[in-house]
Antibody
């Protein structure tokens, strides 16, 4: 079964660092980009960025660039989302999702992880 | 940035009814690079439609997508109890891919 397995919930304080993970299971990372999507409690979805682990090609939303780092380790089929200094406003559910490699026609997310809840207290 | 505006915010319907959800883009979405997702409480989103009108694997045929340019529609025929959820559109025409704010389909 194809799955994206995300790491568990986190409780942090403002200013702390954090890295959450997303591991591919049942399919080859080589054929997909992995993206991250934020959902603040009670609100909608926000596209944060994507990475292709084959060559570490990474794209960020301007809304998040400079505050997050998306990375990965292709040897263990795992993508990461990292903060060096969390803010209370980072409290949200974070989903990873995949889209196939290729051109624009394939940039939709066809498989999602279950999400990692991040709570940041001030 | 392409801004997607979904309407209505909430749709109150009875099981068996037809739901019509709208997604309007602030500029043309080339080649219909638009997807629809369903999200139920406590769950991750699920892909329903891509390319504006192609159903994803395993999606029932009561879900259909249409539209082009700046106006897109998701239609759900004969609402089933499991269809009551929040629906999001997403454009993937530009490098900055954006979502609409969502439409909640609730039981009347």
């Amino acid at each position: 079964e194809e799955q994206l397995v995300q790491s568990g919930a986190e409780v942090k304080k403002s200013g702390e660092s954090l890295r959450i993970s997303c591991e591919a299971s049942g399919f080859s990372f080589a054929n997909y980009f992995i993206g991250w999507v934020r959902q603040v409690p009670g609100e909608g979805l926000e596209w944060m960025g994507v990475i292709y682990l084959g060559d570490s090609d990474t794209r960020y939303s301007p809304s998040f660039q400079g505050h997050i780092t998306i990375s990965g380790d292709k040897s263990i089929s795992t993508a990461y989302l990292q903060w060096n200094s969390l803010k209370a406003s980072d409290t949200a559910m974070y989903y990873c999702a995949r889209h196939p490699i290729g051109g624009h026609a394939f940039w939709y997310f066809d498989l999602w992880g279950r999400g990692t809840q991040v709570a940041v207290s001030s | 940035e392409i801004v997607l505006t979904q309407s209505p915010g909430t749709l109150s319907l009875s099981p068996g009814a037809r739901a019509t959800l709208s997604c309007r883009a602030s500029q043309t979405v080339s080649a219909n690079y638009l997807a629809w997702y369903q999200q139920k409480p406590g769950q991750a989103p699920r892909l329903l439609i891509y390319g504006a009108s192609s159903r994803a694997t395993g999606i029932p045929d009561r879900f259909s997508g249409s539209g082009s340019g700046t106006d897109f529609t998701l239609t759900i025929n004969r609402l089933e109890p499991e269809d009551f959820a929040v629906y999001y559109c997403q454009q993937y025409d530009t490098s900055l891919r954006t979502f609409g704010q969502g439409t909640k389909v609730e039981i009347k």
